[in-house]
Structure formats: C-alpha cells, structure tokens
Nanobody, 115 residues
Framework: QVQLVESGGGLVQAGGSLRLSCAAS????????MGWYRQAPGKQRELVAT???????NYVDSVKGRFTISRGNVKNTVYLQMNSLKPEDTAVYYC?????????WGQGTQVTVSS
C-alpha cells in the first residue's frame, strides 16, 4: 500500500509563490500517476495537475501557465510549484497517487492566498 505525506502549504499574498512537496512510501513501484487535487470551502474536490510515470502532465485550465508539476529524481516524490497565486487558489491541497487502480490520498495541506 502507498502512503502520501504533503508539505509546503502556508499563507501567501496574492501574486506570491509556494512550492508543495509530496513524498510517497510503501509500494511506490505500483504508482502509475501522481498529482494534486484541491478542495475549497463549500466546493467539491477538483483536479489541479497530474503527472504520469512517463512525465506527461495535465493541468486544470485555471492554473495553466502559473503552476508546474514535476517529479523528483526518485520515483516517490512529486512537487507543485505555484506562481502568481490568486485568492481563488485558497484551498486544502491533497497529494494523489494512482496505486495500480486504487486512488491514494495524503492528509492535505492548507494554502491560503490573501488579497
């Protein structure tokens, strides 16, 4: 089984940057896709970005050109570089991994962008 631990959230002013990190442990060689989702108060959890084991990336339209997802030199890490942050990016960000066919989630890290 795969376990995920996020770090790097916090409070930042609009226009600022943050970098989220996610470290996977356990059966990491069964991971096909890693990524980030977010959930704002009163809203459904939404996809932010994903990256496949081959390096292909996918982003929600609202973050294209501002956020960059990448994987570390070892298979079990994924990062989300967030630039030009907006108040509407405020949410709990969850690391995600597709463990063969089973989705795994981290505990979430809060990102708050003040105007």
């Amino acid at each position: 089984q795969v376990q995920l631990v996020e770090s790097g959230g916090g409070l930042v002013q609009a226009g600022g940057s943050l970098r989220l990190s996610c470290a996977a442990s356990g059966s990491i060689f069964s991971i096909n896709i890693m990524g980030w989702y977010r959930q704002a108060p009163g809203k459904q959890r939404e996809l932010v970005a994903t990256i496949t084991s081959g390096g292909s990336t996918n982003y929600v339209d609202s973050v294209k050109g501002r956020f960059t997802i990448s994987r570390g030199n070892v298979k079990n890490t994924v990062y989300l570089q967030m630039n030009s942050l907006k108040p509407e990016d405020t949410a709990v960000y969850y690391c995600y991994a597709l463990d063969r066919v089973v989705p795994r989630w981290g505990q979430g890290t809060q990102v708050t962008v003040s105007s």
